[in-house]
């Protein structure tokens, strides 16, 4: 597996939403999508980076 930097469970520092499995965080967060470097750079959620 390639899921590298982030720890579960994985909370965003923006809003404090918390992706407890692989599975919330894809729904919450997206990173099944992201390269590693995005990972480790964009821990917040989808809500939080689509302001951004
Ligand atoms: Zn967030």
């Known amino acids: 597996m ?3 930097k982030i720890t ?3 909370k965003c520092p ?3 939403k918390v992706a ?3 599975q919330e ?5 997206g990173f ?3 390269n590693a470097d995005s990972m ?3 821990s917040w959620c989808r809500d ?5």
């Open 32 to 34: 099944r999508n992201m």
């Open 14 to 16: 923006q809003c404090g």
């Open 20 to 22: 407890a499995t692989y």
């Open 8 to 10: 579960l469970p994985h």
């Open 25 to 29: 965080l894809d729904d919450k967060f």
């Open 48 to 52: 939080c980076r689509k302001k951004s």
């Open 40 to 42: 480790r750079n964009q």
């Open 2 to 4: 390639a899921t590298g």
